[in-house]
């Protein structure tokens, strides 16, 4: 099992910055990958990023440039900082652990609204 907590979430105005941390408790040598979802209302969830254990990171186009995901692994926390944020970065970002076998764990999720 694995645990997932998140913070960081918050109102922001257009451009500004907010950066979520995502903490990992639990089996965390049995986690293959983390990363970053979202889901605005009445959208799917998607991709933000993703960081593999021994991979490169990948990121949706729309975050580009702008979000950044890394991980600290002797806090067991990944992190995405958000830059340059726009009003359509609104939604509620999920963390995401998947685990070698492909069983995914969910954190609570946190809201994130950006101001225009």
């Known amino acids: 099992q694995v645990q997932l907590v998140e913070s960081g979430g918050g109102l922001v105005q257009a451009g500004g910055s907010l950066r979520l941390s995502c903490a990992a408790s639990?089996?965390?040598?049995?986690?293959?990958?983390m990363g970053w979802y979202r889901q605005a209302p009445g959208k799917q969830r998607e991709l933000v990023a993703a960081i593999p254990s021994g991979g490169s990171t990948n990121y949706a186009d729309s975050v580009k440039g702008r979000f950044t995901i890394s991980r600290d692994n002797a806090k067991n926390t990944v992190y995405l900082q958000m830059n340059n944020l726009k009003p359509e970065d609104t939604a509620v970002y999920y963390c995401?652990?998947?685990?070698?076998?492909?069983?995914?764990?969910w954190g609570q999720g946190t809201q994130v609204t950006v101001s225009s």
């Open positions: 639990g089996s965390i040598f049995t986690i293959a990958a």
């Open positions: 995401n652990a998947v685990q070698i076998g492909a069983r995914n764990y």
